[in-house]
């Protein structure tokens, strides 16, 4: 391990391997350190939707920058390829967000208006998708919204960092961060000290120990999402269903994923009966022959939820040398492609869209959580 960076990063989900696959790019000296294995906490639970419209009920800033990190995947698809020669297994059957009820289909109609999402009456929806439970009200079908494989983006992010250069550390969990004597910061990791110009905090729903000692009171709040997948050989099914923060994705495999519950204040990151049954429950109410197939495993995650929803995206108020990356809830793996470039640009002083700022800056002020 070399004794000084000019950037480290804490934590190696798929926000922490973008951020360091963006700078090592950029030709920054990078180091990433991650208490297990790259990808293998809330970022391999992920479904991998890239959901910019499925997961937004309205338009705004944070739907501008989904949109934009959803764009630079279509970039990214082929660069990582390139780069690493990880194929991030991008699937482009889009999401059909299903209406069962009068107020579903008045809320999905409005959301239809905006850029790229079409309203389905239920014969169009049956055409696409015939094992679609019968009774529905019509869908939103969203061509944009594909779904990629986490791990294999969290592998080629990793791999394209390490072959632009970056150092990329495994079972090395940082236990403190503070400001260096001769400028920057000093991190004390389980296998030593390490300095560095920038440290970037990306440590998931864990992160908030290094924010208490910044000086920062801030909390994150786990969201356990229980999922299960499926071997499919008997239902076609080409595009995502989705309903009431539930979806049915079908894997390039064949494997049908079918996901979430979500179980507020859960640390832990087993998933257990009652939850797999739930989601079970309400898969079945979206595709109703699902109930047949042989189950494959069963898993959860935490999502990293902070008081408003929203991620942690900037600099320390009173320090340029600490950044946060941080608290992308549902949405982690759709966003880690612009939050890898904004955070790139903070550190290189390139100019920032100034809502995306204003909008994810730490001190900004929030809702207290319910
Ligand atoms: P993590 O992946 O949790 O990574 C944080 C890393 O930091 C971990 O590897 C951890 O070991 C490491 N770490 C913690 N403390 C330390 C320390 N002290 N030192 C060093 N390392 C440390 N998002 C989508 O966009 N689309 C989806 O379809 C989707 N589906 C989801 C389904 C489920 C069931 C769940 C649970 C989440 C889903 N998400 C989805 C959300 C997404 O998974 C998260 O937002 C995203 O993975 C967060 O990434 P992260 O890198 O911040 O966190
Ligand atoms: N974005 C899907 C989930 O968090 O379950």
Same mark, same amino acid.
């Given at each position: 391990?070399?004794?000084?960076?000019?950037?480290?990063?804490?934590?190696?989900?798929?926000?922490?391997?973008? $951020?360091?696959?963006?700078?090592?790019?950029?030709?920054?000296?990078?180091?990433?350190?991650?208490?297990?294995?790259?990808?293998?906490?809330?970022?391999?639970?992920?479904?991998?939707?890239?959901?910019?419209?499925?997961?937004?009920?309205?338009?705004?800033?944070?739907?501008?920058?989904?949109?934009?990190?959803?764009?630079?995947?279509?970039?990214?698809?082929?660069?990582?390829?390139?780069?690493?020669?990880?194929?991030?297994?991008?699937?482009?059957?889009?999401?059909?967000?299903?209406?069962?009820?009068?107020?579903?289909?008045?809320?999905?109609?409005?959301?239809?208006?905006?850029?790229?999402?079409?309203?389905?009456?239920?014969?169009?929806?049956?055409?696409?998708?015939?094992?679609?439970?019968?009774? $529905?009200?019509?869908?939103?079908?969203?061509?944009?919204?594909?779904?990629?494989?986490?791990?294999?983006?969290?592998?080629?992010?990793?791999?394209?960092?390490?072959?632009?250069?970056?150092?990329?550390?495994?079972?090395?969990?940082?236990?403190?961060?503070?400001?260096?004597?001769?400028?920057?910061?000093?991190?004390?990791?389980?296998?030593?000290?390490?300095?560095?110009?920038?440290?970037?905090?990306?440590?998931?729903?864990?992160?908030?120990?290094?924010?208490?000692?910044?000086?920062?009171?801030?909390?994150?709040?786990?969201?356990?999402?229980?999922?299960?997948?499926?071997?499919?050989?008997?239902?076609?099914?080409?595009?995502?269903?989705?309903?009431?923060?539930?979806?049915?994705?079908?894997?390039?495999?064949?494997?049908?994923?079918?996901?979430?519950?979500?179980?507020?204040?859960?640390?832990?990151?087993?998933?257990?009966?009652?939850?797999?049954?739930?989601?079970?429950?309400?898969?079945?109410?979206?595709?109703?022959?699902?109930?047949?197939?042989?189950?494959?495993?069963?898993?959860?995650?935490?999502?990293?939820?902070?008081?408003?929803?929203?991620?942690? $995206?900037?600099?320390?108020?009173?320090?340029?040398?600490?950044?946060?990356?941080?608290?992308?809830?549902?949405?982690?793996?759709?966003?880690?492609?612009?939050?890898?470039?904004?955070?790139?640009?903070?550190?290189?002083?390139?100019?920032?869209?100034?809502?995306?700022?204003?909008?994810?800056?730490?001190?900004?002020?929030?809702?207290?959580?319910?």
């Amino acid at each position: 391990m070399k004794k000084r960076y000019e950037t480290i990063v804490i934590g190696g989900g798929i926000i922490g391997v973008s $951020i360091a696959y963006h700078l090592a790019k950029a030709g920054k000296q990078t180091a990433v350190f991650e208490s297990g294995e790259v990808g293998k906490k809330a970022s391999r639970a992920a479904a991998g939707m890239l959901g910019a419209h499925a997961e937004c009920d309205k338009p705004g800033t944070f739907f501008e920058f989904a949109r934009a990190s959803q764009t630079a995947y279509k970039r990214l698809t082929a660069e990582l390829k390139s780069v690493s020669g990880i194929d991030i297994r991008r699937h482009d059957g889009g999401i059909l967000k299903l209406a069962f009820t009068e107020s579903d289909r008045a809320r999905l109609m409005e959301m239809a208006a905006l850029d790229s999402a079409e309203w389905l009456t239920p014969q169009e929806v049956y055409e696409k998708e015939p094992h679609a439970a019968k009774g $529905i009200l019509g869908a939103n079908f969203i061509r944009d919204d594909v779904h990629v494989e986490p791990i294999s983006v969290c592998r080629a992010f990793a791999k394209g960092a390490k072959l632009f250069g970056a150092d990329i550390f495994e079972y090395a969990p940082v236990f403190s961060i503070e400001a260096a004597a001769g400028g920057g910061v000093r991190i004390q990791t389980a296998s030593g000290a390490a300095e560095a110009d920038h440290a970037v905090i990306a440590s998931g729903v864990w992160s908030g120990v290094f924010f208490q000692q910044l000086g920062l009171n801030k909390r994150f709040y786990p969201v356990k999402g229980e999922c299960l997948s499926v071997w499919n050989d008997s239902i076609p099914l080409t595009r995502t269903l989705y309903h009431d923060h539930c979806y049915i994705v079908p894997r390039h495999s064949g494997k049908l994923v079918i996901g979430a519950t979500m179980k507020a204040g859960d640390w832990n990151e087993q998933p257990d009966a009652d939850g797999i049954e739930a989601v079970m429950k309400k898969a079945k109410t979206m595709l109703p022959r699902i109930g047949g197939l042989k189950i494959d495993r069963c898993w959860a995650g935490l999502r990293p939820e902070t008081e408003d929803g929203n991620p942690y $995206i900037g600099r320390h108020p009173e320090n340029d040398s600490i950044l946060f990356a941080a608290g992308h809830f549902r949405n982690g793996i759709l966003l880690a492609p612009a939050t890898g470039e904004m955070i790139t640009d903070m550190i290189l002083s390139r100019p920032i869209e100034p809502a995306w700022e204003e909008a994810f800056k730490v001190d900004r002020k929030e809702a207290v959580h319910k």
